[in-house]
């Protein structure tokens, strides 16, 4: 093993190394250094490291670690970008690893570079020549934006792991369950004209009436069908967010703008979502050919179910002594788990720190995680 950093400057070389993902192309940076660092740290472990471009990125790569043979073993997952930061909003500097009150501040600290650095500490004293079964270390890119990075590598299903954890900050939690996200534009063209007229256009704000109309029982339909008691909020959400129309009162509204947030439930799949939108805006499309628009704001994400008693789920909630629980945001599980392997997201940090300005680690999560981490790497790989 060469000269591999402390846990101190590992977190700091991360954190110092941007990689944020944007849908803008003025925001969005290559993951190209981080994965870099990753190869460099893992290959002095031994490991076997390779890198792939992700389809339909800008310059982005999926890195893999691998030791050890055989069937079977653990993967361990994470992200290499961050979000972009709140210009004027911080009060550290957002690359530059800062220590306070017992605090590591930075710009992907538990969402989720860190959980890189607590992995390469945990391995450093692991007996890595009595491993049975094989450990893999993914790092995905833009999970903050498209999951481009997990679905491309669950499509290529290059390993099969039975066991995986996805680091992102869960308090150290198990989490076995999530609900998905879908954000959709509907926008509405009508055709303008004096107010002093009605029939020399067609409002559009009077037809996203209807479409609201529309999107409503559809809200209903969700909440009746679907439920899973599990969710502190039971059945699928959908929140109309954002309206625009129209410029002036005495025209008539020639376009309407709706942007909508819908978090389906375990079962209810992206595409059967989408025709359900569709179904239900049919009679106000019919009414009014071509008038109506749907298009998505970003890409979705798929909900995702495990099974909080098998096994696995069994295991690490006795080693984290932490029952597991389901939550409400959205992570890259669903994709993990199409590998066919016992999937969990547990990892150090809270999620209230995700995506804030002065992000930050409290670090009596560092010791723990590495211990943590050592166990599970123990008995699946090991033992």
């Known amino acids: 093993m060469k000269n591999l950093p402390d846990l101190k400057t590992s977190f700091a070389e991360l954190i110092s190394t941007p990689s944020i993902s944007a849908l803008e192309s003025q925001l969005d940076m290559s993951n190209h250094d981080v994965v870099q660092l990753l190869h460099q740290w893992f290959s002095d472990l031994g490991f076997n490291c390779q890198s792939e471009v992700v389809p339909e990125t800008r310059d982005k790569h999926n890195f893999l670690a691998s030791f050890g043979s055989g069937s079977g073993g653990l993967l361990l997952a994470g992200h290499t970008d961050t ?48 491993f049975k079964r094989p450990l893999y270390v993914l790092a995905s890119a833009d999970e903050e934006t498209t999951m481009n990075g997990a679905k491309a590598f669950a499509k290529a299903k290059s390993i099969a792991p039975d ?21 959709q534009g509907i926008r509405v063209t009508g055709r303008s004209g004096h107010s002093s007229d009605p029939a020399n256009g067609l409002n559009a704000i009077e037809i996203m009436h209807q479409v609201i109309g529309q999107l409503l029982k559809l809200k209903q339909h969700l ?32 376009c309407c703008d709706l942007h909508l947030d819908i978090r389906p439930l375990p079962g209810l799949a992206i595409d059967e979502l989408e025709q359900l939108i569709i179904q239900y805006l049919a009679p106000v499309n019919t009414q009014y050919p071509g008038a109506i628009n749907i298009s998505q704001l970003y890409p979705p994400s798929e909900a995702f179910a495990g099974d909080k008693d098998n096994s696995w ?53 560092l010791d723990k995680t590495v211990a943590l981490l050592k166990q599970l790497i123990y008995q699946a790989c090991i033992k």
């Open 83 to 130: 979000v972009p930061f709140d210009e004027g909003r911080w009060q550290h500097d957002p690359f530059a690893l800062t220590e306070q009150d017992n605090k590591w501040y930075g710009l992907g600290t538990c969402d989720m570079k860190g959980f890189f650095a607590l992995v390469v500490e945990a391995l450093k004293t692991l007996p890595l020549d009595q």
């Open 163 to 183: 066991y995986a954890i996805i680091g992102e900050p869960t308090g150290l939690k198990p989490v076995y369950m999530h609900k998905g996200h879908l954000a």
């Open 223 to 254: 909440a009746d069908n679907y439920l899973e008691n599990a969710f502190s909020v039971p059945y699928p959400t959908m929140n109309l967010g954002h309206v625009h129309g129209g410029d002036a009162a005495n025209r008539i509204c020639g």
């Open 313 to 365: 789920s069994q295991l690490v909630a006795k080693l984290s002594e932490q029952q597991p629980e389901v939550v409400n945001y959205a992570t890259e599980a669903p994709y993990i788990n199409q590998l066919g392997c016992q999937t969990l997201v547990l990892g150090p940090g809270s999620i209230a720190q995700a995506h804030q300005p002065d992000e930050f680690i409290d670090t009596v999560y």
